[in-house]
């Protein structure tokens, strides 16, 4: 009996010693602003990080509206907004159009014959554009020769011009400048357009294009909004 409480003693000292003996793993490792050491390691709150929580993200939290981004602390906004979280719209002014450019036009008429020397010729268009604001002309630009139909044509002559209202139903028509009868200019193709329906965002270039026209133009339409 004596031997057997003897050796109960033994083992309760070896397991208590090999318990003592252990490394604990959080012993040396100091982690701050409430985290919480786990296996070595610090498990920091929500907006802290780094080996000992010491770090805090500003942004943390912080929502920032219209697609602006958090930096710093506070929120960067973009064009045309303001705000804590750039959640104030700023009112228009008005618009600059700064430049004009033709992406894509057809090759042919609705008909399918070619543009100039209508109704038998044979060469490229010499296109110049028109821009109207509620009917009355605000632009007409210089002209290319022979313009291809996927190529690119860049117009900023005599721009910038001011728009006054975005509320102003916006014309701009394409023209061959000697494709019609008699050897004048030839209206080609156009769209109407509101400013008021690309405010949000405030994008530029605005991209007139619509997939479901026969002659399927694109024109970036480059603008400066005036707050």
């Not at 959080?26 to 498990?43: A, I, W, Y």
């Not at 139909?149 to 139903?169: F, H, Q």
């Not at 405030?202 to 707050?227: A, C, D, G, M, R």
Request: one cysteine or more; aromatic letters at 14%.
């Amino acid at each position: 009996m004596k031997n057997s409480i003897q050796t109960l003693i033994l083992l309760a000292f070896i397991a208590v010693c090999f318990t003592s003996c252990e490394e604990n793993p959080c012993e040396d490792v100091f982690c701050l602003n409430g985290g919480d050491c786990f296996e070595g390691e610090c498990k920091c709150p929500s907006g802290y990080s780094g080996k000992n929580c010491d770090y805090y993200d500003e942004c943390h939290g912080l929502q920032c509206e219209n697609n602006g981004f958090c930096s710093n602390g506070s929120c960067i906004c973009p064009t045309g907004y303001n705000g804590i979280h750039c959640q104030n719209q700023l009112t228009i002014k008005r618009v600059e159009l700064t430049k004009l450019e033709l992406i894509n036009f057809p090759q042919y008429t609705e008909s399918g014959v070619n543009w100039d020397g209508y109704p038998e010729g044979h060469e490229l268009p010499d296109i110049f554009l028109r821009v109207y604001q509620d009917n009355n002309l605000l632009l007409t630009t210089n002209y290319y020769n022979n313009c291809h139909p996927s190529g690119t044509y860049v117009y900023d002559d005599d721009l910038p011009t001011s728009i006054s209202s975005i509320n102003s139903n916006m014309r701009i028509e394409l023209w061959d400048m000697n494709g019609g009868l008699l050897g004048g200019p030839r209206l080609m193709c156009g769209y109407y357009f509101y400013l008021s329906n690309y405010k949000n965002g405030f994008p530029s270039p605005i991209e007139l294009y619509n997939s479901n026209t026969w002659h399927q133009t694109k024109i970036h339409f480059h603008v400066n909004w005036i707050f």
